[in-house]
């Protein structure tokens, strides 16, 4: 069962995302060429400390290539697998505009 505590902060992490305030993990493999969200966190410590076990997964698969970015963004599309012809605009605007 959930705690107060654990809904004020799930709360809190889905309001910073619906604003385009959360962070993601956006993980960018080679091969295949995939682009991968992975979120949203309240803050960047929270994102980084899971990018292991997001790479670990990755690199099970046969993933190649690997190059890891924490932002803040909002991504429209969770996995974009550009080998398999998903013509999906990778583009994620950077909420701030000193970001990149």
Same mark, same amino acid.
């Given at each position: 069962?959930?705690?107060?505590?654990?809904?004020?902060?799930?709360?809190?992490?889905?309001?910073?995302?619906?604003?385009?305030?959360?962070?993601?993990?956006?993980?960018?493999?080679?091969?295949?060429?995939?682009?991968?969200?992975? +979120?949203?966190?309240?803050? !960047?410590? *929270?994102? $980084?400390?899971?990018?292991?076990?997001?790479?670990?997964?990755? =690199?099970?698969? +046969?993933?190649?290539?690997? !190059?890891? *970015?924490? $932002?803040?963004?909002?991504?429209?599309?969770?996995?974009?697998? =550009?080998?398999? +012809?998903?013509?999906?605009?990778?583009?994620?605007?950077?909420?701030?505009?000193?970001?990149?």
């Amino acid at each position: 069962m959930k705690s107060t505590l654990d809904n004020l902060r799930e709360l809190l992490i889905n309001a910073l995302n619906n604003i385009g305030f959360a962070w993601w993990v956006e993980i960018v493999t080679q091969n295949p060429h995939c682009t991968y969200y992975f +979120g949203p966190f309240l803050n !960047a410590a *929270d994102a $980084k400390s899971s990018i292991k076990g997001y790479v670990d997964d990755l =690199e099970q698969e +046969g993933a190649q290539g690997i !190059a890891i *970015d924490v $932002k803040r963004c909002k991504p429209n599309v969770l996995t974009i697998a =550009e080998d398999l +012809g998903e013509k999906i605009d990778r583009k994620v605007k950077p909420v701030f505009s000193g970001q990149m």
